[in-house]
């Protein structure tokens, strides 16, 4: 047996320790009053950070039938969660050059008959599926209860065509019957079942140990969280979950909280670029292409229920959703629902960090939660500082600028600005400006560096007196192109 011992686990702690102990009790009191809110039998939850599950924690007692509460070890279903799976199996087949991602459908799929909505729409293809630009139409309520299709049945649907919602390409429209010609798609060039594909490439590398597409499939005995909902004031058992079939690869699989942490640090891993070792199973520049905005979301206004007005402009990756945050930054998401089953997993790839909840009851709001527990980590000062691009060339090009600025030398500025400088303001009138500069404010002194990217970077001088701006050019030696000098009252807040 894998679970933890009998009782009610407040919260656990592993090696990578970046979380005190009076911040995860915090997140433990949350998690509490989100499940008494919400109705939820049991709620597991775990941070990720330096790589792997950091801390984890749960609420709920005992399952009928069980003595284990649930914890890191307890399986649940993860429903859509499972198209990042499904995408990275597809890119790792365009590595290996299987197919292509502008390949059109029908050419790994043949008998599928989807019509073109409009007589000017293009011909369906890989990645209009893979980034839910297919046009199809949302399909969440019919496509939950199909899960457990079986292969003549996904024909007889392949060959019946199916509604476009719009033209493929146009628009973002949630597909998960899209997902489910994806594994039709993967079967074909592989050879193999997409599951059976996914597992052998993905999971067994990744030594995903309980990720599984029956909850029946693991050879050790795993508590798995019944499903409920909650109907006329009380909880009410679901129906057995449906089993692995034709629609498994947009929402079949089950899995816990200790596995989904490994996932979620080997997408974050692929950031930020670099040299080094790079050894799969599916490399880092796939995987930070599955974490691109390939089709733009409307922008949203969205009301927590704290009362919290969140602006969100948002699009959806390859399996994920990705967002620019304006407290946390770059955001990486996706969650799934099914009848029984609530999860979701967020992800900071900048800072390495992400936030992993579960729970067993109807189509639970783990996408709420999991925001409000990062929300949490940023208003206690608990979130890692963003990890820094490595750009020597950057950093230094910004310490001669300084150097420059308190010593001014017409020898050095030639050999460090690029030949656009002096044409947008005169050597003079730079030299000039520097000598008042540091006649008003003493010698110039970097207190603070932010790198952006090997080319652009911000150094903040004299403790926030003000900012200097530092722009490199494309030259095989780059040189500076660009540098502006901003006071910290003129900064915009």
Known sequence: MHAAPGGRPRFRLTSAHIFSDDVVGLIGDHVEHFAVAHHASGIVWGLVADGELSRWGATGEPYEGANYAPNHYTLYRIASMTKSFTAAAVLLARDRGLLALDDPVVRHVPHLRIAAPTTDAPELTVRHLLTMASGLATDDAWADRHLHATAAEMDALFAAGATSATSPGTAFVYSNYGYAILGRVLESVTGMRAQDFITTQLFLPLKMRYTVWQSDELPVDLVVAPPYRWQDDHLEAE????????????????????????????????????????????????????????????????????????????????????????????????????????????????????????????????????????????????????????????????????DLLNHWDNTVADALFADNVYLDESADRRRVAASALVAQHGPLVITELSVRNTCEGTAVINAGLMTLEVQLSPHVRPLVQFYELTPSDMIPR
């Not at 946390?328 to 089953?341: E, I, K």
């Open 239 to 402: 129906p057995e979950p449906l089993g692995d079939g034709g629609f498994a690869t947009m929402g079949g699989l089950w899995t816990t909280v200790g596995d989904v942490a490994k996932w979620v640090a080997f997408l974050a891993d692929s950031f930020p670029a670099r040299d080094g070792v790079d050894d799969g199973p599916l490399r880092r520049a796939s995987r930070r292409e599955l974490q691109q905005v390939w089709r733009d979301e409307p922008l949203t206004v969205k009301q927590s229920d704290a009362g919290r007005i969140r602006l969100s402009s948002s699009g959806y990756g390859m399996g994920v959703v990705v967002t620019h945050d304006l407290d946390f930054g770059f955001t990486v998401s996706h969650g799934g629902g099914l009848p029984g089953y609530g999860s979701h997993m967020r992800w900071l790839p900048d800072r390495g960090v992400g936030v992993i909840c579960m729970a067993n009851i109807r189509y639970a709001r783990m996408g709420d939660l999991s925001l409000e527990l990062l929300e949490l980590l940023h208003a206690q000062g608990a979130l890692p500082a963003l990890r820094q691009v490595d750009a020597p060339a950057l950093v230094a090009a910004i310490h001669s600028v300084v």
